[in-house]
């Protein structure tokens, strides 16, 4: 299917995946969130990581689309709301590993589809911020949630209270990006993390994955109990006799995905 605001490529199981609106600074708006939605449900198996960033130089994303949201009412401002959330749900659910390559402004939902992916590096020019409250809302595509999970409560409530962005190297030394680079570099770092990742066991990273994800609520002995579980499944996979043939016996090993 073709899209209007998404561009994807894919080479050597990593896909490339650019939100692309440059006249708004790639904002968010209910075609946006639609077309995302449409191409994670139907993300090619053959993909073994995703890396999201945005069009142009300026810009990963700006936020949602406020022309947009400026007309609504309450009801149709929490089917704004819920669409973007469950969009974001489903990026944070996809079994394989998501990275969010900033390449400049991470405003609003653009901060929190980021915050969705399961890694955020980020272009030395990069902005953070959750300014809705200076337009009369709060965040209302998990914001809320997911920022005081990355970075904890008291910058949360500072971020979301104040409005006011956070530069990348602030963004870094909280804790909501993994890593900082000039912006010439950001794609041939993301490529070089993606294709790490590629080497391992496309299961085992399934599993890891779930786990984090599940576990993280949960108390010590229920996210233990849940652990035991998945390293166990693991040894019922061809990636793990493979794997640990291939160690033993000094070879490279090719992952088979089952």
Do not use: W
């Not at 990581?49 to 936020?63: P, R, W």
């Not at 912006?183 to 994955?209: D, G, H, R, S, T």
């Amino acid at each position: 299917m073709s899209y209007t605001y998404l561009k994807n490529e894919t080479s050597n199981g990593i896909c490339t995946l650019t939100l692309s609106a440059p006249k708004s600074l790639n904002a968010l708006n209910s075609e946006l969130l639609g077309e995302l939605g449409h191409f994670l449900d139907n993300i090619d198996s053959a993909v073994r990581v995703l890396i999201i960033t945005g069009d142009g130089d300026k810009s990963f994303v700006a936020g949602a689309d406020i022309a947009e949201m400026s007309t609504l009412d309450e009801r149709e401002g929490f089917e704004f709301g819920k669409r973007g959330t469950d969009v974001f749900r489903k990026l944070e659910r996809l079994p394989i590993p998501v990275i969010a390559a900033v390449n400049g402004y991470a405003l609003g939902g653009g901060c929190e589809i980021a915050m969705a992916c399961d890694i955020r590096i980020c272009s030395d020019n990069a902005r953070f911020g959750q300014p809705e409250v200076g337009l009369g809302i709060i965040p209302g595509f998990s914001g809320t949630y997911r920022l005081a999970k990355l970075v904890g409560m008291g910058m949360a409530k500072q971020m979301i209270y104040t409005g006011k962005p956070i530069k990348s190297d602030e963004a870094l030394r909280i804790g909501l990006v993994n890593a900082v680079y000039p912006q010439a570099e950001l794609m041939a770092q993301a490529m070089k993390m993606a294709a790490a990742i590629c080497k391992n066991a496309p299961v085992a990273l399934k599993y890891a994955k779930e786990c984090i994800e599940a576990e993280y609520d949960l108390q010590a002995d229920e996210a233990i109990a849940y652990e035991n579980r998945m390293f166990g499944k693991c040894f019922a996979t061809a990636d793990q006799k493979n794997g640990m043939h291939a160690f033993l016996n000094k070879q490279e090993v090719e992952f088979e995905g089952r």
